[in-house]
C-alpha cells in the first residue's frame, strides 16, 4: 500500500471516536453554534443538537436549518466508498484503485493537451484550510491555472465593489453588536429573516430602540414584515432608484461634507453626473414613487448614524460591481462608516463565504487576498510554497467562462469540490451538456448529486462534523470548528483526498500535512502581509477569544472588529467616490416575454439542495419550487393558486406549481433555485456576465408564463 495513504489511515484511526461535542451549523455565515448529542441504542443511534448558550453572536439561537443540519450528515445514504464509472452505473473501489484511476486520468490528460487542460471548481462550505489547500493543489500539484469557485455566483460583485471603493473587501466593516447602534438601516437585496434569520435579532432591537428600517427588495419577505418602509424596486434597477437618493442626498444638503473631504476622493465627478439625474426618471426606471425615494433618502440623510446592508438582491446582476459601489456612494456621501453604528455590510452567504474569497481558490488570487499577477505577490507566495516563481501559473477565468471552455473543448478534465454547477450555474443546460463532454470529471461530494451524477470517479467526502478547521463567518471574524463524529464508511476528510491526489501525481513533498491545523499555520504564514492577514490567529487564540477579526497581523495583536475607522485600504487612504450609470439588465420585458423573473432561496433548503432535500425534516416542510406570483397578474395569465404554470425564458422552459403572493411587482415572479433536473430554474436563467467581477445576472431575465 502507498505509505502516504498507510499515514491518512492510521491518523483516521488513532483520531477519537467521540460523537458529541461544540459544533458549527455547516449551513448560513451566521455560523451558529451548537451542541451535538448521540442516544445510543444497541441497534441505532439517534442525533439531537441543544443550543450553546456562550455563542458570541446568537446566544444560543438556532434556525429550523441549524436545528436539523446533522441529519444529512449522518443520513445512511452518504457516499461512503470510492467509486468509479462502469457504463451506467459505479462499481465500490478501494483507495488505491480509485487514486490511481484519477492519478492516470489526470496524467494523460496533462500530457496530451497541456497543463491547463485540467479545471478546479471549488467552493464557499469548505473551511480556510481547504479553500486554501485547493488553491495550492491547482497551481503546485496540477500546476493549472483553470481553478475558481463557487463564490463567483455569490459575494463577487460586493468584493469587486468594496475593493474598488474602499480599497479592502470584508463582507461588514463592524460587527453585528454595533446594529442596534444605527439611527436608520437600508436592507437591499437582502433577506435576513430566511437566509441569516438568527441575526434578525439585532435589526429588532435596532429597531426598538428607535432605528428606522428601510427594506429594497421587489417582493415581500420575512425582513421587509419589518421594514418602515418598503420600496418594491423592479428587478435591475437598483442604481437607478440609488441615483434618485443620491441626488436628494445632495440637494437637501445632508452631504457630511468634512467627511467627504478627508476621507474620500472624486466628489466633483459624483456631483456633476447627479446634476444629470432626474429623480422622475430615477422613479420611473426604478417603478419606485419619487415621494417614496425623497423619504428614504431623508431618512438616511438626516440619520445620525446608520448602515446599509446589500446581499444578493442588488449583485447578482450583470451590473452588480456598479450597483453596490452606488450604495456604497451614499454610505459615504453621508460620512455613514467607520464609526459605531456606521457601515457597510455585504452579507455573505455561504458558512465560508467570506475566508473561501480569501485564501486562494479564485482565478486570479493567491492567500491573503493576493493578486495572482502581481510580482510582488507571487514570489512572496512562491517562497512559502517552496516552489520557483516562474512555475506558478498565471490567471485563469472565472466559474462559468470555465464550463464555457469545457464546453469549447479547451478543457478535458475537471476536478469538483463542494459545489453542485449543474444546479447552481446560470443556464444550467449548457452547465450539463459542458459537463457531459469531459474526458474526467472528478467529484468530491457527501451524496450523488446532479453533478455527481456526470462524475468518472466520485469520492466520499468530509462533511462539517467530521472535518476540523477554520471559518470565517459574516463579521469578519475567524472561529474554529472542531470535529466531533468520525467519518462514515471509507469516508475520507476533504483536505486528506487533495494531499492524496498530490502524492499521486508526484507532488507529495509539498503536502506533508497531519492536521488541519499544520495547514492552518502555513496559511498564516501566506497571509502575512496580505489584506486578509491571519499571521496572528493560532487555534489556541480563536478558540480562547471566541474568534477573532482580521487583520490579525501579530499574536499580541487584538484584531480588528471594526475597519476604516482611520483610513480606508488604498494607498492614499481614500475611498472612491463614483459616478454610477444606471445600465438596463440584459434583459427587459418585451412582446414573446413579458415578465420579469427573479430568483433566491427560502428558509428550509439551502443552494443546491443536495444536503436539505436529504433532509426530511426540512424538505417534507417544502417539497418544491412555488413560483410567486402576484393574483392579478395570475388572473390575467389564467393561473390559480396551487395550480401549475410553464415558464419559458430565451434558454429554456420549466413547469412549477403557483403560490400567490399579494405584494410582490406585477410584473416580477420569483422562484426559489433548490432544485435540480427538470424543476431546476436556472434552465432558465441569464449567463450573462458583470464585466468587472463575472458574476452572472440571476436576478432577473425575461420570462413567458402560461397555464400549465
Ligand atoms: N434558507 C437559506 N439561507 C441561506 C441560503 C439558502 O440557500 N437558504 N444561502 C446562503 C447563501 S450562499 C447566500 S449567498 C445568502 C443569500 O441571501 P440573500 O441575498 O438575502 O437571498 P436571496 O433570496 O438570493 O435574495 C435576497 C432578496 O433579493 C430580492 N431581489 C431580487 N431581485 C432584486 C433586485 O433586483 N433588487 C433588489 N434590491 N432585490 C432583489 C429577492 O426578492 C430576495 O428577497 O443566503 C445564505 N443563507
Ligand atoms: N438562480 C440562482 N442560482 C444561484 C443563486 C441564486 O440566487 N439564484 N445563488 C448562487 C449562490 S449565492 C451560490 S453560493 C451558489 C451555490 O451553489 P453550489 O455551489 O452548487 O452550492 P451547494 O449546494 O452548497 O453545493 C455543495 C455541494 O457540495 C456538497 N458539500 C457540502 N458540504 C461539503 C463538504 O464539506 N465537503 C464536500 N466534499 N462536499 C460538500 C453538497 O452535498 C453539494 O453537492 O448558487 C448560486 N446559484
Ligand atoms: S442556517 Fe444560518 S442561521 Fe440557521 S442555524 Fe445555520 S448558521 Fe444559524
Ligand atoms: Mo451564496
Redo the contacts with the bound molecule.
Keep these: 500500500m502507498n505509505e502516504f495513504l498507510k499515514a491518512v489511515q492510521q491518523r483516521a484511526s488513532d483520531r477519537p471516536k467521540e460523537r458529541t461535542g461544540r459544533t458549527e451549523c455547516p449551513?448560513?455565515?451566521v455560523q451558529c453554534t451548537m451542541n451535538l448529542h448521540e442516544e445510543k441504542s444497541i441497534r441505532v443511534s439517534r442525533f439531537s443538537v441543544s443550543p450553546n448558550k456562550e455563542d458570541p453572536v446568537t446566544d444560543g439561537r438556532l434556525c429550523v436549518?441549524g436545528l436539523n443540519a446533522h441529519v444529512h450528515a449522518v443520513h445512511e445514504g452518504r457516499l461512503k466508498y470510492p467509486l468509479l464509472r462502469i457504463g451506467a452505473s459505479w462499481a465500490a473501489v478501494s483507495w488505491e484503485k480509485a487514486l490511481a484511476e484519477i492519478g492516470g486520468r489526470l496524467r494523460t490528460i496533462q500530457a496530451k493537451y497541456g497543463k491547463d487542460a485540467v479545471g478546479v471548481y471549488g467552493g464557499g462550505s469548505l473551511t480556510n484550510e481547504e479553500c486554501y489547500l485547493l488553491g495550492k493543489f491547482a497551481r503546485v500539484a496540477l500546476q493549472t491555472k483553470n481553478i475558481d469557485y463557487n463564490g463567483r455566483f455569490?459575494m463577487s460583485a460586493a468584493a469587486g465593489a468594496a475593493n474598488l471603493t474602499f480599497g479592502s473587501d470584508r463582507g461588514l466593516t463592524n460587527p453585528l453588536a454595533e446594529v442596534p447602534l444605527a439611527k436608520c438601516i437600508i436592507l437591499?437585496?437582502?433577506?435576513?429573516a430566511?437566509?441569516?434569520p438568527t441575526i434578525m435579532q439585532y435589526f429588532r432591537k435596532a429597531r426598538s430602540e428607535g432605528c428606522t428600517i428601510i427594506v429594497?427588495?421587489?417582493?415581500e419577505?420575512g425582513t421587509s414584515a419589518i421594514a418602515d418602509l418598503h420600496l418594491r424596486?423592479k428587478?435591475?434597477?437598483?442604481a437607478a432608484l440609488v441615483n434618485g437618493m443620491l441626488k436628494v442626498i445632495v440637494e437637501r444638503g445632508y452631504v457630511d461634507r468634512a467627511f467627504v473631504e478627508s476621507r474620500t476622493t472624486g466628489f466633483a465627478e459624483l456631483e456633476k453626473h447627479l446634476r444629470g439625474v432626474s429623480l422622475a426618471e430615477a422613479a420611473a426606471l426604478s417603478g419606485v414613487a419619487p415621494e417614496a425615494i425623497v423619504e428614504a433618502a431623508r431618512l438616511f440623510g438626516e440619520a445620525e448614524t446608520g448602515m446599509v446592508f446589500t446581499?444578493?438582491?442588488?449583485e447578482q446582476?450583470a451590473s452588480g460591481v456598479a450597483n453596490v459601489r452606488n450604495f456604497l456612494n451614499l454610505v459615504l456621501l453621508t460620512g455613514k462608516i467607520g464609526r459605531p453604528g456606521c457601515g457597510y455590510g455585504a452579507?455573505t452567504?455561504?458558512a465560508n463565504?467570506q475566508g473561501g474569497r480569501e485564501h486562494g481558490q479564485k482565478a486570479d488570487q493567491l492567500p491573503g487576498y493576493r493578486l495572482i499577477e502581481n510580482p510582488e505577490h507571487r514570489a512572496y507566495i512562491a517562497k512559502v510554497w517552496g516552489v520557483p516563481e516562474e512555475e506558478l501559473p498565471r490567471k485563469g477565468v472565472s466559474a462559468y467562462e470555465m464550463v464555457e471552455a469545457i464546453d469549447r473543448g479547451e478543457i478535458k478534465g475537471l476536478i469538483v469540490l463542494g459545489s453542485n454547477p449543474v444546479v447552481s450555474s446560470p443556464n444550467s443546460r449548457l452547465v450539463e451538456r459542458a459537463l457531459a463532454k469531459l474526458e474526467f470529471l472528478l467529484v468530491i461530494d457527501l451524496f450523488e448529486s446532479e453533478t455527481a451524477r456526470l462524475a468518472h470517479v466520485l469520492l466520499p467526502g468530509s462533511a462539517y462534523l467530521e472535518d476540523e478547521g477554520t471559518i470565517t463567518q459574516l463579521e469578519g471574524r475567524v472561529v474554529v470548528r472542531r470535529a466531533v463524529k468520525p467519518l462514515p464508511g471509507k469516508a475520507k476528510l476533504d483536505w486528506e483526498i487533495l494531499c492524496l491526489i498530490a502524492e499521486t501525481l508526484g507532488k507529495g513533498q509539498y503536502f506533508k500535512y497531519r492536521s488541519a491545523e499544520e495547514i492552518f499555520n502555513e496559511l498564516r504564514i501566506a497571509s502575512r502581509g496580505g489584506i486578509a492577514d491571519y499571521s496572528g490567529m493560532t487555534y489556541e487564540r480563536l478558540e480562547r477569544e471566541k474568534g477573532l477579526f482580521w487583520p490579525c497581523p501579530d499574536e499580541a495583536h487584538p484584531g480588528t472588529p471594526r475597519m476604516f475607522a482611520e483610513r480606508f485600504g488604498h494607498p492614499d487612504g481614500l475611498a472612491r467616490l463614483v459616478p454610477i450609470e444606471h445600465q438596463n439588465p440584459k434583459e427587459v420585458a418585451g412582446r414573446k416575454y413579458p415578465y420579469l423573473l427573479?430568483t433566491?432561496?427560502?428558509?428550509?433548503?439551502?443552494?443546491s439542495g443536495v444536503q436539505t432535500r436529504n433532509t426530511p425534516e426540512l424538505n417534507s416542510k417544502y417539497p418544491e419550487p412555488l413560483m410567486e406570483i402576484h393574483p392579478e397578474t395570475a388572473g390575467e395569465i389564467g393561473l390559480v393558486n396551487g395550480g401549475h404554470a410553464k415558464v419559458s425564458s430565451r434558454r429554456g422552459t420549466i413547469r412549477l406549481k403557483v403560490k400567490y403572493s399579494p405584494k410582490i411587482r406585477k410584473e416580477t415572479v420569483?422562484v426559489p433555485f433548490?432544485w435540480g433536473d427538470d424543476r431546476c430554474i436556472n434552465r432558465l436563467t441569464n449567463p450573462a456576465l458583470d464585466p468587472v467581477c463575472r458574476m452572472p445576472e440571476f436576478?432577473?431575465c425575461a420570462v413567458a408564463i402560461a397555464p400549465g
Excluded: M, W
Excluded at 216 to 219: N, Y
Excluded at 235 to 238: A, L, Q, R, S
Excluded at 311 to 314: I, N, Q, S
Design positions: 449551513y448560513c455565515s436549518k455569490c437591499a437585496g437582502t433577506n435576513l430566511e437566509c441569516q429594497i427588495d421587489p417582493r419577505t424596486v428587478p435591475g434597477y437598483d446581499a444578493r438582491g442588488v446582476h452579507i452567504g455561504q463565504g427573479t433566491g432561496r427560502v428558509l428550509q433548503h439551502y443552494l420569483f433548490h436576478k432577473v
